[in-house]
């Protein structure tokens, strides 16, 4: 029980600054859409002309440029973090919040390279699920409503805090010094990249072979 204390309290304060990040991650840090949408144009060569053309192109051109973004996102979660960790795992707390806000921006990327542009209720709920998928947390639809979004955000963050204390606590990031803010955060940008990528990839194929049955 004394042994757990210390992780259980670093699990409540990362999972209180998650919590924080994600949510102004999602008012005030989000994705610019039509932004978005240029840079696939001009830096992977996707021909778009907008959201909705993602289901005209092969899913195997949209992987690439997600493993892509991960990819590159991963190696600037690194360098942003990489400064952190000089005096042990406290150090890494002022680098969570940046690193909640990053993990989300990767989340709405990946979602709008698979043609869920938040312009409605309903891709935003997919947002929301795809972050809870990240997370590892099995959340149905029943919870995406205005009065329970707060609370899926929180749950996701505890899961997250929970999930970051358990990896220092039982040395996953075995390097000490400079380094260990960036090896953490590519330990957790890669397991919540890779979850996420599958969680909108599979949406992607449902909603295309939808649209197929219809035409």
Known sequence: MEAG???SLL??????VLD????HAYTRFGVNPARYLRELRRAHGLPLGSYPDTYRLHPAALNVVAERTIARTRRIAIAQGAGFGLAGPITL???VSLLGVITFRLIQKLGLIYGFEYST??????LWLATASAA??????????RQVIERLAARIA???????????SAGIVPVLGAGLGGILNAYFISGWGRRAHGYFRA?????????QIAD
Request: one cysteine or more; proline letters at 4%; glycine letters at 12%.
């Open 203 to 211: 949406k992607h194929l449902e909603r295309r072979c939808g649209l």
């Open 93 to 95: 707390l002022p680098d």
């Open 136 to 145: 590892g947390l099995d959340a149905g639809r029943d919870w995406i409503r």
């Open 11 to 16: 699990a409540r304060h990362l999972g209180r």
């Open 158 to 168: 505890e899961k997250a805090g929970g999930e970051l204390a358990e990896k220092l």
């Open 5 to 7: 204390a210390p992780s």
């Open 121 to 126: 209720e309903e891709e935003a709920a997919e």
């Open 20 to 23: 924080k990040s994600l949510r």
